[in-house]
């Protein structure tokens, strides 16, 4: 093996890698920001909502939970300008993680609602409230700290699957590896930084996720 | 006119008919209890003058009003009758003090500070005040049910449900939820209440009804009821043996 490990080089690439990481997390946030809000609706929807909704939202979550995160990329990105419906990388990559998180977030929290007493629902409507708010005000915290855990590890998982977006030019952390191994041809080093970083980025996440668990849920829910 | 009309009203669960003609008028200020077994029906009796459970026959009128189940009518209906469960019900993700305030603020619109003014009154009407800021699984259960009595009566119903409030208590804690009951009566609410407390139903109710296989099989005072059961059925029921 005569291969030299230098890391030394990178500093020169620092920018573009932190242009990457800044791309990651602004997919990440919008992405889980959005897809947790389409997956609640998706959810209540789906459990609670008019009969004539149930039977697309199930169309929609089954559609995207049994194809790959690329496809639904590619057929965003390159098949839907076929409609006219044209957008950039970023767009593009953005709509594609909303969409996907939207469908695996659904799954999550339906299974929250689905574990509220009877009871809560009932308080609700004996006190006026309509089916509507008494899902937001009464049910859905509840039900979102329930599977807080589980949702907060769809998050991240999503945040690392956004790797997948270099595939279309969007220019995230891993565009950025990507471009700086073809530039270097130093794998190792490249792809041994970046591995660090998206570990990095998933260690903070899970532990702002963790903080936001903390303020959103007050107290441990009985049952 | 009575306050709420209870008029030969049939309930069924497939092919269990729980509810076979229920005819009862309960006039303001009136305290009913019901009594029986359980599987006679009395929860469900209660469940549908809510609105809880649809009714397949009959109608029941509250104040005037006649209950349909469309969305609309059911919360006119649900501003006049409050409904406290066994299970208190309380939201868990909200201080006693929300609780109270929710209801009044998403319904009734009502401003926050005013809300909050209400809420701290009917707290200390259940004699709870002091835990405006602690959340549910800080409090005691007879405390918990207090809270939802307080919550209730903050929506100012003109009748009160009360679905076997105490059953889920320690005895020990049983009391001090009667007691707050006691004064509601006292005070003129309307109370229609599903109880294993005879005691309190003898010493607290103006009639008392027995519901055996989803018919009314005695109505009476409770001094009538209790003393000189007339059914057998009744007399079983209580205990009695001549």
Redesign the interface.
């Known amino acids: 093996m005569n291969y030299a490990f230098d890391f030394g080089w990178l500093a020169d690439y620092w920018p573009v890698l932190l242009k990457g990481i800044g791309i990651t997390v602004e997919l990440t946030l919008v992405g889980g920001v959005l897809g947790v809000s389409l997956g609640i609706a998706c959810a209540w929807a789906r459990v609670l909502g008019p009969g004539w909704l149930k039977p697309i939202v199930a169309a929609y979550v089954e559609m995207i939970r049994n194809t790959p995160f690329l496809i639904q990329l590619f057929f965003i990105f390159f098949g839907l300008p076929a409609l006219g419906l044209r957008m950039g990388e970023l767009p593009a990559a953005n709509l594609a993680m909303v969409i996907n998180l939207g469908a695996y977030g659904c799954e999550i929290i339906r299974a929250g609602i689905q574990a509220t007493p009877r009871g809560q629902f009932e308080a609700g409507a004996s006190l006026g409230m309509s089916r509507i708010q008494t899902f937001w005000y009464v049910v859905l915290v509840p039900a979102l700290q329930r599977i807080w855990p589980a949702l907060s590890s769809q998050i991240v998982i999503v945040m690392l699957g956004s790797a997948a977006v270099s595939q279309i030019a969007a220019e995230d952390l891993t565009f950025a590896a990507n471009f700086i191994q073809s530039r270097t041809f130093r794998a190792f080093e490249t792809y041994f930084a970046a591995t660090l970083i998206y570990l990095a980025l998933a260690i903070v996440l899970r532990q702002l996720l963790r903080g936001l668990g903390w303020t959103i849920f007050p107290r441990r829910t009985a049952r | 006119m009575s306050l709420i009309e209870i008029t030969e009203v049939k309930k069924r669960f497939g092919d269990n008919e729980v509810l076979k003609g229920i005819n009862i008028d309960v006039e303001p200020g009136e305290v009913i209890a019901i009594i029986g077994k359980s599987g006679s029906g009395k929860s469900t009796l209660l469940r549908c003058i809510?609105?809880?459970e649809t009714i397949d026959d009959g109608s029941i009128s509250v104040a005037g009003a006649q209950l349909l189940p469309d969305?609309l009518h059911?919360?006119a209906l649900?501003?006049k009758v409050?409904?406290i469960?066994q299970?208190f019900?309380?939201?868990?993700?909200l201080t006693a003090g929300r609780n109270v305030m929710?209801?009044q603020m998403?319904?009734?619109k009502t401003p926050k500070a005013e809300a909050e003014v209400m809420a701290k009154k009917m707290l200390e009407r259940v004699g709870l005040g002091h835990k405006f800021d602690a959340?549910?699984?800080q409090l005691s259960g007879g405390q918990q049910q207090r809270v939802?009595i307080a919550?209730?009566l903050a929506?100012q119903p003109i009748a009160l449900l009360c679905d076997e409030i105490t059953s889920a208590l320690d005895p020990e804690l049983v009391n001090e939820v009667l007691a707050v009951v006691k004064e509601l009566a006292s005070e003129g609410m309307t109370l229609l209440m599903v109880t294993h407390e005879m005691r309190f139903a003898r010493d607290v109710c103006s009639r008392v009804v027995f519901m055996h296989q989803g018919r009314v099989h005695e109505i009476g005072p409770p001094e009538e009821v209790f003393a000189n059961p007339k059914t057998p059925e009744l007399k079983q029921f209580l205990g009695v043996t001549h």
Do not use: C, I, Q
């Open positions: 809510n609105g809880l969305e059911l919360k649900r501003l409050g409904m469960f299970g019900n309380l939201f868990p993700h929710l209801s998403v319904v009734k959340y549910p699984d939802a919550r209730a929506m």
